[in-house]
């Protein structure tokens, strides 16, 4: 938590607390109750990517069994001896290993591997290591799978490791980011037309303090929130929007005529989905139930 998040001895437990919560949040599709051992893909912004590296190190850590590439090729299977595994690790409340436990632990591995088509096993019980030589990198998932399952029918938690995709996210129409809670930093589907106008009148602005340096030198449509708004929900054809970018940073485009345009646009579009709305709102009770 010190090295990710930066907290200390001073950090209110909360702020310990959510993202743990938010591990249990991503990893609890895979259990059995919801639906069990599968991937899973988390869409988030690059901010987030600290919590999904923290889920990923801890899944990690949780597996019984550790699965690498070989330094001479195949891939190679290592024992993690943890707590509450030891016993069934083939591991004695003395610290000595208990050798039939372990050739029990080798021969199930030996007959789940055996079962997807190797034949060729480097078993090494004292160390704890089981090589597969003939594997390769391409086997890692399948093998993968065998393992956790393994692993879960052992009592484990058996846990993949997550994967995440990276989005930028629409910027809310005071720059900052968009909250429920505010209604001004965006547009509801429920705002009537007029808030909507007056939302993007006020919105953030990326071009200058005044119109004769705004035709000088240009505006910025990479933080101007009514450009940002056409790009991402209101102008489909990309044609337009290079020509709106390029008018908007050489100055033939004012900020005031930005905002107008998306004005113009998200009425249109909002006109279209409410109409849809009213067309369609006799299916919402057969929907429902």
Same mark, same amino acid.
């Given at each position: 938590?010190?090295?990710?998040?930066?907290?200390?001895?001073?950090?209110?437990?909360?702020?310990?607390?959510?993202?743990?919560?938010?591990?249990?949040?991503?990893?609890?599709?895979?259990?059995?109750?919801?639906?069990?051992?599968?991937?899973?893909?988390?869409?988030?912004?690059?901010?987030?990517?600290?919590?999904?590296? *923290? /889920?990923?190190? =801890?899944?990690?850590?949780?597996?019984?069994?550790?699965? @690498?590439?070989? +330094?001479? %090729?195949?891939?190679? !299977?290592?024992?993690?001896?943890?707590?509450?595994?030891?016993?069934?690790?083939?591991?004695?409340?003395?610290?000595?290993?208990?050798?039939?436990?372990?050739?029990?632990?080798?021969?199930? *591995? /030996?007959?789940? =591997?055996?079962?997807?088509?190797?034949?060729?096993?480097? @078993?090494?019980? +004292?160390? %704890?290591?089981?090589? !597969?030589?003939?594997?390769?990198?391409?086997?890692?998932?399948?093998?993968?799978?065998?393992?956790?399952?393994?692993?879960?029918?052992?009592?484990?938690?058996?846990?993949?490791?997550?994967?995440? /995709?990276?989005?930028?996210?629409?910027?809310?129409?005071?720059?900052?980011?968009?909250?429920?809670?505010?209604?001004?930093?965006? !547009?509801?589907?429920?705002?009537?037309?007029?808030?909507?106008?007056?939302?993007?009148?006020?919105?953030?602005?990326?071009?200058?303090?005044?119109?004769?340096?705004?035709?000088?030198?240009?505006?910025?449509?990479?933080?101007?929130?009514?450009?940002?708004?056409?790009?991402?929900?209101?102008?489909?054809?990309?044609?337009?929007?290079?020509?709106?970018?390029?008018?908007?940073?050489?100055?033939?485009?004012?900020?005031?005529?930005?905002?107008?345009?998306?004005?113009?646009?998200?009425?249109?579009?909002?006109?279209?989905?409410?109409?849809?709305?009213?067309?369609?709102?006799?299916?919402?009770?057969?929907?429902?139930?």
């Amino acid at each position: 938590m010190e090295a990710i998040y930066g907290f200390n001895g001073e950090t209110n437990l909360a702020h310990v607390q959510a993202p743990l919560v938010q591990v249990g949040d991503i990893v609890h599709p895979m259990l059995d109750e919801y639906g069990g051992l599968r991937p899973i893909v988390v869409p988030v912004g690059v901010d987030q990517d600290p919590h999904i590296r *923290l /889920t990923r190190g =801890l899944t990690s850590k949780s597996n019984w069994f550790n699965l @690498k590439s070989g +330094k001479k %090729g195949g891939m190679n !299977i290592s024992l993690s001896i943890q707590d509450e595994n030891a016993t069934k690790m083939g591991l004695s409340d003395d610290g000595r290993i208990n050798r039939e436990a372990r050739d029990n632990l080798f021969s199930e *591995l /030996t007959s789940n =591997l055996s079962a997807i088509g190797f034949s060729d096993f480097i @078993k090494n019980p +004292k160390h %704890g290591t089981f090589g !597969i030589p003939s594997a390769t990198i391409s086997d890692y998932d399948e093998i993968k799978f065998i393992l956790l399952n393994l692993e879960r029918k052992m009592g484990g938690l058996g846990l993949l490791q997550p994967a995440s /995709t990276y989005h930028k996210f629409a910027v809310g129409m005071t720059g900052d980011k968009m909250s429920s809670s505010k209604p001004n930093t965006t !547009i509801f589907l429920t705002d009537d037309l007029k808030a909507i106008e007056k939302k993007i009148k006020s919105a953030f602005s990326g071009g200058k303090s005044t119109v004769e340096e705004h035709r000088q030198y240009g505006g910025d449509p990479d933080i101007d929130v009514a450009y940002q708004y056409m790009m991402y929900f209101f102008e489909e054809d990309d044609e337009i929007l290079r020509e709106l970018n390029e008018g908007y940073r050489s100055g033939k485009i004012l900020a005031g005529e930005m905002k107008q345009i998306c004005i113009d646009k998200a009425i249109e579009w909002m006109k279209n989905h409410q109409e849809l709305k009213d067309q369609n709102s006799h299916m919402v009770n057969e929907f429902l139930s």
